[in-house]
């Protein structure tokens, strides 16, 4: 058991309003609030405090608050356990103008609770990495005591419903699944352009009505595939309540004065509920289910959930009196103690677990494929099956109570014959007569009728008497009562068997014998004449009766033929959906087959690359190596060029002197020839000579 969590939210005080100035939490007026850390007591200007208005709360903010401090202390620590498997709540509660639609929306510079919890839940569902999310959310009023669905125009009246599975739930209301803040922020939008906004004295954007912003959050482990598993199932509700003032501070009348009664009436069973849960003994009735508003936060009001009230309130002094009603709410508010358990529930109720298998299935197979949007892909999805869902449930529930509105209207319609046939057996005695009060289906012998008078003229067991009839009757009244079919009196002829005629005839015996024969008679016509009457108007009842259980049969007609037919789009849709699974079934298997072969090919390269891998390390062994063998041989290379460089060197310089020494020697030579041929000459000269 845990208490719920309570808090008081004074708005800064308002510049345009008669006492301006602040002190403390309030106006500087003759009396003002005074807060003291978790304590607001109402203090006379000489600072005295007023007896009994002295109030203590888990937590008290002062007009400089902001949204986010009093999201930290009241709502972040329950979204964490909202996601985490408990049914959570918070409400804003107090006067119009005091700043319930600020805490519960705020502004876009500090955003109120709704916006911040919604990117809360994302938050931290991307944190739970071991769990799989499917999280849904609805958006309502409650207007006028009627139930209005916020996300679709078409949701107007809706009805409370209490089933086993889902326990109290609002039939027909649209659900959106949804997997980003962004998306649940513009449903939101979307609501709150079709909230109901009136005018009063008080407040020209006064909100009448009071809204529920829903997220059903259902979660289970990652790798839980098992049909066996348990879901995990959590509400989170954020609701602003209409204005709680007394009415004639608004001025309102005619439609607002209307819409100020139902708001009051919710909110005055709202306080009853909250008083008799603050009672520590002899609770007794909890009276959840004299108003919707309490009905649809019944788990939440001493349930299975965590609850979290702001209490707004305005600090000028015009005010007091319901600033001091708030706080008395929020004071009995804190008594109140909830029990709240991680709703874990095996049974087919959660969707997660209907969709998962089929889905999980569905997204593993796409991972693979890189297709583009394929989150969308599975969100539609989702969304098209649960619509389906809702709307078989919708159209069921319909059936069901136009099934039980026909046998209703039925049983009433034999009440009314069986309540003729008294009547008519009590004043004709023809069975003839009563066969024509009859509905045509009952009706046994068309308008056959009639008897012979003067066979039973003495039998007092037969009525009516021939006698009496002809002392009473005369052929206008038979014609009436005979439908306009001329009988031959002479031929009348009593049905036997009705016994009651005796009474008649007691009856009629009753009148006093005194009474002249005349009178008796007009007296009688006029009976006769006003029982005609009734008999036409009851006859008249059962013919609408009958029209309206025949329209109410057609209607039946239709609407089974509108389940038929839904029944029969349903199928389609999921014989569509098979198909359009089917057909991602077969890309799906072609695109493994596609990733079986890349993996194949890759690993092949793999290999191929592993052996070019080692082959370069050997190849860049033998280059190094080479290397280093090259890195040798261009040092015997330098050395030998250092040493032919120097061998040329001397070999030029001994060319050089090789060819002056060649010079010299051919020099020579060319001495050696000029003289040898000059011998030659000198010893032919010498020839001669000697010759000569
Ligand atoms: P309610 O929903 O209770 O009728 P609203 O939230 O509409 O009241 O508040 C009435 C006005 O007071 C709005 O203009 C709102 O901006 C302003 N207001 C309320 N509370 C605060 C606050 N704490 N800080 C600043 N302005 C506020
Ligand atoms: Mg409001």
Redesign the pocket.
Known sequence: MEKISVAVRF??PNPEAADPSPAGAGGGGYREWRIDNTRVSLLHRAASPVPGASFAFDHVFD?AATNERIYGALVRELIGAVVGGFNGTAFAY?Q???????TMNGSDADPGIIPRAVRDVFDTVRQADDREFLIRVSYMEIYNEEINDLLTIEGQKLRIHESLERGVYVAGLREEIVNSAEQVLELLQLGEANRHFGETNM?VR??RSHTIFRMVIESSGKDQTDSGDAIRVSVLNLVDLA?SERIMKTGAEGVRLNEGKYINKSLMILGNVINKLSETENKGHIPYRDSKLTRILQPALGGNAKTSIIC?AAPEEIHIEETRGTLQFASRAKCVSNCAQVNEILTDAALLKRQKLEIEELRKKLQGSHSEGLEQVVLKLRNDMHKSELERDRLAMELEEEKKLRVTLEQHLTEQQKKLEAISSDHFTDSIQLDALKTPDSKSVPDGFVACRSRYSNDVEFSPLPENLDNIAHEDLWTRLNKGCVTDLDMLEMTPGLKREASFIQDTSAVPLEEPTDTRCHRLEKECISDWQQLEESKARCANLEKERDVLRDQNLSLQQELSESKREADSLVAEKQAQLDDLRVKCVAFEKDLYTARQEAHRLATEKQELAGELGTERQKLDELKQDIRVISRGFLQREGQLTSLYTKSKAILENCKTSQIMIMSLCVGYICAGSLVKKFSGISLAISFL
């Open positions: 708005r800064p007009g107090g119009t103008s005091s700043g319930k639609t600020f407040n006064s909100s204005g707004t």
